[in-house]
Nanobody
């Protein structure tokens, strides 16, 4: 059974940090990623990581967010530092098994979690 379960969201002040986790089950995923969706906006890619550790980041989070994964535990993480109100959104974990591609194109991902809310106040 495929399951992606996010945790770690919450409310912080600007400049603060949060660490999101995603417990994944069902497959050994070739690629996992984090996406976010703010009210009234489209879901956008934040970061992705391949099974071999190659990472990609959206320009808006480079230098502030770090994606990592524990393949043995099938868990994905997103360390978010220096948060700003613009980071407020529902954050989703996603995964796919396709070879050769691992990035932030939403359409490539097969499975999604239910999301965890991140709220950053000024």
């Amino acid at each position: 059974q495929v399951q992606l379960v996010e945790s770690g969201g919450g409310s912080v002040q600007a400049g603060g940090s949060l660490r999101l986790s995603c417990a994944a089950s069902g497959y050994s995923w070739s690629c996992m990623g984090w996406f976010r969706q703010a009210p009234g906006k489209e879901r956008e890619g934040v970061a992705s990581i391949a099974s071999v550790g190659t990472t990609t980041y959206a320009d808006s989070v480079k230098g502030r967010f770090t994606i990592s994964r524990d393949n043995a535990a099938n868990t994905l993480y997103l360390q978010m530092n220096n948060l700003s109100p613009e980071d407020t959104a529902m954050y989703y974990c996603a995964a796919h098994r396709k070879p050769f591609y691992c990035g932030t194109f939403r359409g490539a991902y097969e499975y999604w979690g239910q999301g965890t809310q991140v709220t950053v106040s000024a």
